[in-house]
């Protein structure tokens, strides 16, 4: 079965600090792989998406995945952390069910603080 | 443009009561999906439809649960004779196209359920 595991629950940087969010995965062949955003009271937003292209995917507000098929990771980095980075961030994969329908399948999210 | 949205934003229901939670997706969108995230979780597909067919309601926990989109917009999920363990935040999601394997799914803010 498909699974998605992201290593930490709770992530805490320093503003101006690197940030490094774990995803590990498990599919049945090439999947999808997706980073969303989770504001407080806003839905989830869309960051990135893997599909199959470079490997090296960017997303938005500068954040940034690498796909390596070798570790099954999907890990999230930003090279300097800002106070608005703060937010719940799920890893996601897309991958076919017995069903024939392409799911979504979530991890269970990591929780990144920034401190001042 | 408008988003994804969903209502209500919070409902708070008695053990044994009916509730329908409503979302509206993005205009134009053919496909529309239904999550639970319980606390501390990520979302878990319910259900999934394209325009008004219900493709896929694998993910239904029990036949207190069903799912409708009549007209291929608006959907309702409705749950019957709900229970303390149906609390939880329901999402959906739209998506432009079909049911593919990197097609991104557009999040609402979710309705939080609490069953008292």
């Known amino acids: 079965a498909q699974s998605v595991t992201q290593l930490d629950s709770h992530v805490s940087v320093s503003e101006g600090t690197p940030v490094l969010l774990r995803c590990n995965y498990s599919s049945s062949y090439s999947p999808s792989l997706f980073w969303y955003v989770q504001h407080p009271n806003k839905g989830l937003q869309l960051l990135l998406k893997y599909t199959s292209a470079a490997t090296l995917v960017k997303g938005i507000n500068g954040f940034e995945a690498e796909f390596k098929k070798s570790e099954t990771s999907f890990h999230l980095t930003k090279p300097s952390a800002h106070m608005s980075d703060a937010a719940e961030y799920f890893c996601v994969v897309s991958d076919q069910a017995s069903s024939g329908t392409y799911k979504y399948i979530f991890g269970t999210g990591t929780r990144l603080k920034v401190l001042a | 443009g408008a988003g994804v949205s969903q209502s209500p934003r919070y409902k708070v229901t008695k053990r044994g009561q009916d509730v329908a939670l409503r979302c509206d997706p993005i205009?134009?969108?053919?496909?529309l999906y239904w999550y639970r995230q319980a606390l501390g979780q990520g979302p878990e597909f319910l259900t999934y439809?394209?325009?008004?067919?219900?493709?896929?309601k694998s993910g239904l926990p029990n036949d207190r649960f069903s799912a409708e989109r009549p007209e291929g917009s608006i959907s309702t999920l409705t749950i019957q004779r709900t229970e303390q363990r149906d609390s939880a935040m329901y999402r959906c999601?739209?998506?432009?196209?079909?049911?593919?394997?990197?097609?991104?799914?557009?999040f609402g803010p979710g309705t939080r359920l609490l069953v008292l």
């Open positions: 999601a739209s998506s432009l196209g079909y049911n593919r394997v990197m097609e991104t799914q557009y």
């Open positions: 205009s134009g969108h053919v496909s």
């Open positions: 439809f394209n325009y008004e067919a219900q493709q896929d």
